[in-house]
């Protein structure tokens, strides 16, 4: 769903509203590998950039931004809803709940139009168990009161500069598809 009318009677709560006191995130790039992709988050305003230039030499290609720990908990709650404004590219939004710097993650791509501001519902529901790149298919389903950080990653051959502005990240109480 793409406008804010079809969401109107849907629960929401925010878990990032961008801001000067939004929290840090930290990104981690195919550089730990040997790759070259370099990658930020910047706050411009009221909006997050996640922006960068993904290489695909040494074997490198992915880019990404994890958030610090969250101080929400959102048991009860059915998926996450982003608004966001992208360059056409594929991004994964990616969920932890565990706070361990590496391990499991849960991911699920989305798609965004160039320049265009659009709000993305992603289902806990759909979201795909993974570590280092491999799925994890006998992995529990995300449990939203565990959740502890979030974050955005590019990859899959996506070569080149990327730009994907975040308004807000929000987790909603009414599964929906995207």
């Known amino acids: 769903m793409s406008s804010a009318e079809d969401h ?10 961008f801001g000067p006191e939004s929290g840090v995130w930290r990104n981690i790039d195919d550089v730990v590998m040997g790759g070259v992709s370099s990658s930020g988050m ?10 960068g230039t993904l290489y695909l030499e040494n074997n490198g290609g992915f880019a990404s931004v994890r958030s610090d720990a ?11 809803r982003l608004r966001v404004k992208g360059d056409g590219k594929t991004y994964q939004f990616r969920i932890r709940t565990n706070a361990a ?7 699920m791509t989305f798609e965004t139009e160039h ?11 759909e979201f795909v168990a993974a570590f280092r790149g491999r799925e994890l298919p006998n ?18 051959k996506q070569e080149g500069d990327f730009r994907l502005e975040i308004d807000w990240i929000k987790a909603t109480q009414i599964e929906e598809k995207r």
């Open 101 to 107: 710097f590496d391990g499991p993650s849960y991911q």
């Open 70 to 80: 969250l101080e929400v908990n959102l048991e009860g709650h059915l998926g996450i």
């Open 8 to 17: 109107s009677k849907t629960a929401v709560t925010p878990i990032v509203d």
């Open 42 to 51: 910047r706050i411009e305003g009221d909006v997050a950039v996640f922006s």
């Open 139 to 156: 992995h529990p389903p995300i449990d939203a009161g565990e959740i502890t950080t979030v974050g955005f990653l590019i990859a899959d």
């Open 115 to 125: 320049d265009v501001w659009t709000e993305v519902d992603l289902p806990f529901s």
